[in-house]
């Protein structure tokens, strides 16, 4: 596949063209400027307004795991109905008598996936993947239990000192083209209002949102240590963990892993997928200003750099996979490489070359890691070694 030549839009240059030269002009100027315009034409904005919630604790088990871990399991209710929740499965690490830090991330398939631990209940919201026997008319059954154990590796972020918050992505917004009148969007909602502005946000905004809401949950609970909190997110959900820490400063790191187009992806090399065909596959992941762009990546006010540098200067890892082309491996490293810029304005270091890694050597010694695994789409205990490494660096 050729790479078009392109010209990335200067993440140092404001609007009005003024040479942002320090972490000051940064964060009083640039900052916003980029966030406002992925928000107005890319993901959506995501609504300001605070809505009601209520957090009931549906269970708590001391001894989960063989007595390696407290399972608690939360459901968070919101706008005063029965309707509208998400649910929490949180595995802490009992050997901690510290708070500890924490890997929050959504999941695909239920939260009964990502353990065969008997006691997490089983999702009964629909589902987009699964075929029999896990998921029998997209409603999981008992054999979903642990499918996705490797996906997720429990006993390893707890052995290493972490603990894991995830749920369900489909509690929010069910990931499927026609569910922007289901799930939570609805109750930002004007009356009478069925579907978002084209400037407001879409499934990912949605997702992402949740992703806060679960950071207000982990701000109370005195075991976890509400600074050190990683959000994580594969593919889609690298997407969103993107979005999430961009808008979010309360997450101290953030992790992509195989987020592809839409996520660390460099849009304007178009190799693999692009964004027409990505709006025209999951045209509700997006905002609907974001089809405007569709193959004319060139007049995109932004590019994935920027979202990245979003971050700055909190850590960030990108990883790809080598067999994972349809992302661009490529494309994501120099999304990576790119906001190096906005990380040297704190005296901060970036990746070091233009030119990516071969597969399995992990680069990165600052605050922008990066490794591209040999295999497939996917994430893999190999993945979590090395996110679990960088956390080290800067939780321990
Ligand atoms: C599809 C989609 C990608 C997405 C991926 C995933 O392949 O085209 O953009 O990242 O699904 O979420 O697994």
Redesign the pocket.
Known sequence: MNIPNYTLPDVLASNNGTAIKTSADWENKRRQEILELFAQHVQGKTPQKKIESRIVLRDKNTNALNGRATRKQVRIYFGGDDKHHFDLLIYLPNQSKKKVPVFLGLN?SGNQTVHSDPGIFISDRWVRYGKEPEYVNNVATNASRGIETDQWSVEKILSAGYGLVTMYYGDLQPDSSNSAGAGIAPLFYKPGQMTPESNEWGAIGVWAWALSRAMDFLEKEKAVDAKKVAVIG??????TALWAGAQDKRFAMVISN??????AAITRRKYG?TSA??NK??PH?FSANYKKFDDKEDELPVDYHELIALIAPRPVYIASASEDQ??DPTGEYLGGYHAGKVYALYSLKGLETENPPPANQPVGDGHIGYHMRQGI?DITPYDWDQYIRFADRFFK
């Open positions: 695909f594969h593919s889609r959900l690298g997407k195989n987020s592809g187009e839409g996520g997928e065909v990505m596959s999951f992941w349809w992302a789409h």
